[in-house]
């Protein structure tokens, strides 16, 4: 199970990634047509637009793993280690939990955009199940990241007993 979580939050990053080179081919092909042709797309600020929401929810749990969100440890460095390591398990322990409840309510969000049709406004007239889809497979990855950081941790506090 641990391995399909590191999986999991793996492809959750490639595809942050992917939208980040789609981000630049869609910014070029732009400023090619605009510039070159003369003849600017009607719809590429809307597709960075949705790439730009995929870059900022996708990679969170791949950069969770690697503790890159921020972090205020000023207290819990004061505390004893095994206060500190109760500190820890509390931090995941909410995260984890945030991060299931905005997967729920995202994939609420998503399942009735997708139900009900529901499509930009724009000309491109862009399914918004698809759009919305990114937030909630970004936070179940987190919240699955949490489950094996927890696990992890529980096994350490184990080890040191």
């Known amino acids: 199970m641990f391995v399909f979580i590191q999986i999991f939050s793996m492809l959750t990053y490639r595809l942050a990634q992917a939208a ?13 047509a605009r510039y070159l042709f003369g003849s600017p797309t009607q719809s590429s600020l809307e597709i960075t637009e949705y790439f730009i929401v995929a870059m900022g929810f996708l990679p969170i749990a791949a950069i969770y793993r690697t503790k ?42 998503t399942v009735h ?19 919305y889809s990114v ?16 696990c992890a941790h529980l096994n350490l506090d184990e080890g040191e007993r």
């Open 20 to 32: 980040i080179l789609g981000t630049l081919a869609i910014v070029t092909f732009e400023v090619i």
């Open 68 to 109: 890159g969100h921020v972090s205020v440890d000023m207290l819990t460095n004061l505390m004893p280690q095994k206060w500190r390591n109760g500190c820890e398990l509390a931090s995941i322990v909410v995260t984890g939990a945030f991060g299931f409840l905005v997967f729920w309510f995202g994939a609420e969000m």
């Open 135 to 150: 937030i909630p497979l970004g936070f179940l990855a987190l919240g699955c990241e949490s489950l094996n950081q927890i």
């Open 113 to 131: 955009a997708y139900v009900s049709g529901t499509d930009s406004s724009s000309l491109l007239a862009f399914p918004m199940w698809l759009a």
